[in-house]
């Protein structure tokens, strides 16, 4: 429900609180390490009460670290999400072009078979378009793949395919195993 404008705004947004995140972690280890390095004689009195100290820091550095991990992936995953949709709205248009590129050809060759025929193949094309859509986005809040990737390669492996099918039609070649039947004069 968002525009392009307040989602970029909200990506740099994750990404300032993701660097806040950062500088967080950063200053945690070194204190840490700065209180580790002190002198012997800051830490405690005696080897057992520095011991017991140390063990207690290091729980907490792990505990801080943890945090932070946690806020860090939560900023990139929030950071994807927005980035799938500001591309989601440009290529979900786009495709229409694909289809034209996929649907000419294909309606071309088996125009003559019957409207079952025609929507059949057209309803698969449209289900696999959108599993390949689906599964992107999935893959992309995920951080699996990039998030313009995912949602552009629909459009790029069916626009691939809706070029050569129209290269077979113009060359008057067979298209996926169909042969374009001519007219009799």
Not at 7 to 23: F, G, T
Not at 62 to 70: C, D, G, S, V, Y
Not at 139 to 144: I, P, S, V
Request: charged residues 25%; contains cysteine.
């Amino acid at each position: 429900e968002m525009n392009i404008t307040d989602m970029y705004q909200a990506v740099q947004e994750q990404r300032r609180d993701q660097e806040r995140a950062r500088h967080r972690m950063d200053s945690t280890v070194q204190t840490f390490i700065a209180t580790v390095t002190a002198p012997q004689e800051t830490l405690a009195d005696t080897a057992t009460r520095a011991d017991t100290a140390f063990k207690e820091q290091a729980r907490q550095l792990r505990r801080n670290l943890e945090k932070q991990k946690r806020s860090i992936a939560k900023h990139t995953q929030r950071i994807n999400e927005f980035q799938v949709e500001i591309h989601k709205k440009f290529s979900i248009p786009f495709a229409c072009v694909v289809f034209v590129l996929v649907g000419a050809p294909l309606g071309a060759a088996i125009r003559q078979r019957g409207a079952a025929v025609s929507m059949g193949v057209s309803l698969i094309f449209f289900l696999v378009y959108w599993m390949f859509l689906i599964g992107g986005e999935q893959l992309a809040d995920r951080g699996y793949i990039f998030p313009a990737l995912s949602m552009w390669a629909p459009n790029l492996i069916f626009g691939l395919l809706g070029m050569h099918l129209i290269r077979a039609t113009s060359l008057d070649r067979p298209l996926l195993g169909i042969r374009h039947r001519k007219r009799a004069s």
